[in-house]
């Protein structure tokens, strides 16, 4: 059992090659699919043959399924969980244990979904990244919580919070030029992928009211919270608030795929919302530089240099990547419809 000093020193290393560590990591699944040649794990029937739009995808409400427990033996004296020792520990300035739509099952373009936590997912997926990296710094020679998930894909296996990460793309009709946007997210701010870039915005799929169970809902919230920087959006009334009205109007949302990172397990539900040039500069004129988790890098031109610069070159996140990557494949698709 580790100090808390020892805890932290695996804590900080894990903070400073996350990137290393995902890429590395794919390694553990040489029989698990990737996508787009990217480290993100993914199922085949996880993933269309071409984008969906978001609207053909259907939800479902159930119970949730009882899990295996969980215990790791790299967690210091006194501490019943991972999130417990990162509260007290090396807590980021958003920490926040909220009820989470907790996935249970995907076919046939339909989702299941049960009731969860947040802390659920850092209490097994940050653990078992905890786990990889103190293997790395030679504290360990086993993987025995990895082991324990067993396949990250199986949703059954293990507590599957699912955020929806959704690249957003300004689309100039008359010009043809086409700008997408990042997030750089900042790891004194944020408790997972901090120090990576990553697509905008990004959002945990949970509730902000009653009866709010609807993935455009929950896009639409964090698109004013990420790119306006308006605050916490709880029980909107999503027919009469004029955001949420024009977004609708104005966003061609598409479903390209979904996704399991290989160090954490953060489970990305990968979208694409393209929104022509002169309706995106009216919604967003306004468009924040920072916001609560980070920097926002704006107007880069969707090119083929771009994307692979953040795709394998720049440290950015797992799902990032691979939307990126999808997201090239399928441009003229998704930019022509």
Same mark, same amino acid.
């Given at each position: ?16 090659h996350?990137?290393? *560590? ?5 390694? !553990?699944?040489?029989?698990v ?14 993933m269309?043959?071409?984008?969906v739009? *978001? ?11 009882? @899990?295996?427990? +969980?215990? $790791?033996?790299?967690?210091? #004296? =006194? /501490? ?11 807590? &980021? ?5 909220r ?13 299941? /979904?049960? %009731?969860g936590?947040? +802390?659920?997912?850092? #209490? ?7 786990e ?39 689309? #100039? ?12 997210? #900042? ?17 945990? +799929? ?11 809902? $929950? ?9 306006? =920087?308006?605050? !916490? ?5 999503? =027919?009469?608030? &004029? ?8 966003a ?12 954490? /397990? ?8 393209? %929104?022509?040039?002169?309706?995106f500069?009216?919604?967003f ?10 920097r ?9 240099a ?6 394998? =070159? ?6 990032g990547?691979? @939307? *990126?990557? @999808?997201?090239?494949?399928?441009? !003229? ?5």
């Open positions: 059992m580790p100090t808390p000093e020892q805890w932290l020193e695996v804590r900080a290393h894990l903070l400073r996350r990137h290393a *560590l995902a890429s590395k990591a794919a390694g !553990e699944y040489p029989d699919p990737k996508v787009a040649g990217t480290p993100l794990l993914t199922s085949p029937h996880w269309p043959a071409a984008p739009p *978001l609207a053909d995808l259907s939800l479902e409400l159930a119970r949730s399924s009882p @899990l295996p427990g +969980f215990t $790791s033996d790299l967690l210091p #004296d =006194g /501490f019943r969980s991972y999130s417990d020792a990162m509260a007290a520990l090396a807590a &980021p300035a958003v920490f926040e244990n009820e989470t739509y907790r996935l249970l099952g995907f076919t046939d373009r339909r989702l299941t /979904f049960g %009731i936590s947040y +802390f659920d997912g850092i #209490d097994v997926g940050e653990a078992c990244a905890h990889y990296a103190a293997r790395e710094l030679g504290h360990t020679d086993a993987l025995p919580l990895r082991a324990a998930v067993g396949d990250p894909c199986d949703p059954s296996r293990r507590p599957t919070n699912v955020a929806i990460s959704t690249l957003t793309i300004r689309h #100039d009709q008359a010009t043809g030029e086409a700008t997408f946007f990042l997030h750089w997210r #900042d790891p004194k701010r944020v408790g997972h992928a901090g120090g990576m870039y990553q697509v905008l915005p990004v959002g945990v +799929f949970q509730s902000a009211g009653d009866d709010d169970f609807s993935l455009w809902h $929950s896009m639409i919230r964090e698109f004013a919270e990420e790119l306006l =920087g308006v605050p !916490e959006v709880h029980g909107a009334d999503y =027919g009469t608030w &004029p955001f949420a009205r024009r977004l609708t109007s104005a061609r949302v598409s479903y390209l795929g979904m996704g399991v990172d290989p160090l954490t /397990f953060a489970t990305d539900m990968l979208t694409v919302a393209v %929104i022509e040039a002169g309706q500069d009216s919604l004129g306004d468009l924040v530089s920072h916001n609560d988790e980070g926002v890098l704006e107007g880069l031109p969707f090119t083929a771009n994307v692979e610069r953040f795709v394998h =070159g720049e440290p950015t996140q797992a799902a990547a691979a @939307l *990126l990557s @999808l997201a090239w494949q399928h441009r !003229e698709s998704l930019l022509c419809a």
